[in-house]
């Protein structure tokens, strides 16, 4: 499916419902803006577009994004961050290369059931996955130099992504658990080091396709 757009007098939005994890943040936040119930369920005049603007920066998946006339696009953070999720996914933001493609935030899989690899498409929730926020630092803190450098992110057929880059993992509530410039993380769901892959899709006879 192709993304949307949905052009307002002063702001552009951009929907990729292939990245949506059906949160509802943009409809809890701004629901006059976002109502899946309407037809067409974007209204851009509905608010300003700095509420709208800002809304959209905290879309954990990424699935909206924005632009607005004689403005620059969306600016990554200055550190490259993935939070690990309590039984759900990895939420990363920065400035990122997901499988080839630029953007900003991205959630992820980590359960091993998404239907829409590597992204994180909800099926966390019906497999029942269980795997804390809080998992135990790695014991490695070696930030890169440039903290804001492209973190490209590649998935490994039949097995783990593979992060390259200036990287901080957090957990969910924002304590830091490893800070590198090359990781490899789980998304078979049966590691027993997440969110690092620890070899358990070899066993589990995981299979997934590379990019």
């Known amino acids: 499916m192709m993304a949307r757009t949905y052009t307002g007098e002063n702001i552009t939005i951009g929907f990729d419902m292939k990245r949506c994890i059906h949160a509802r943040n943009c409809f809890l936040k701004l629901p006059d803006v976002f109502d899946p119930e309407r037809r067409p369920w974007v209204d851009p005049d509905a608010a300003s577009a700095d509420e709208i603007a800002a809304m959209i920066r905290t879309c954990p998946s990424g699935a909206l994004t924005f632009a607005r006339p004689n403005m620059p696009d969306e600016a990554a953070p200055g550190i490259n961050r993935a939070a690990v999720l309590e039984n759900g996914p990895n939420a990363l933001h920065g400035n990122l290369v997901v499988a080839g493609e630029a953007m900003s935030r991205a959630t992820l899989c980590r359960c091993g059931k998404t239907k829409n690899p590597p992204f994180c498409d909800y099926s966390h929730v019906d497999a029942g ?3 804390t926020g809080e998992p135990p630092a790695s014991g490695k803190d070696a930030p890169g130099e440039d903290l ?3 973190l490209t992110i590649t998935g490994f057929e039949n097995g783990p992504l593979e992060v390259r880059g200036a990287l901080e993992i957090t957990s969910g509530t924002g304590k830091r658990l490893h800070r ?3 990781a490899f993380l789980c998304r078979c769901g049966k590691s027993k080091s997440k969110p690092f ?8 006879g995981f299979q997934v396709s590379g990019d």
């Open 129 to 131: 996955f269980v795997a």
């Open 148 to 150: 804001g450098e492209e």
């Open 180 to 182: 590198g410039t090359r």
């Open 197 to 204: 892959c620890d070899g358990s899709h070899k066993d589990a």
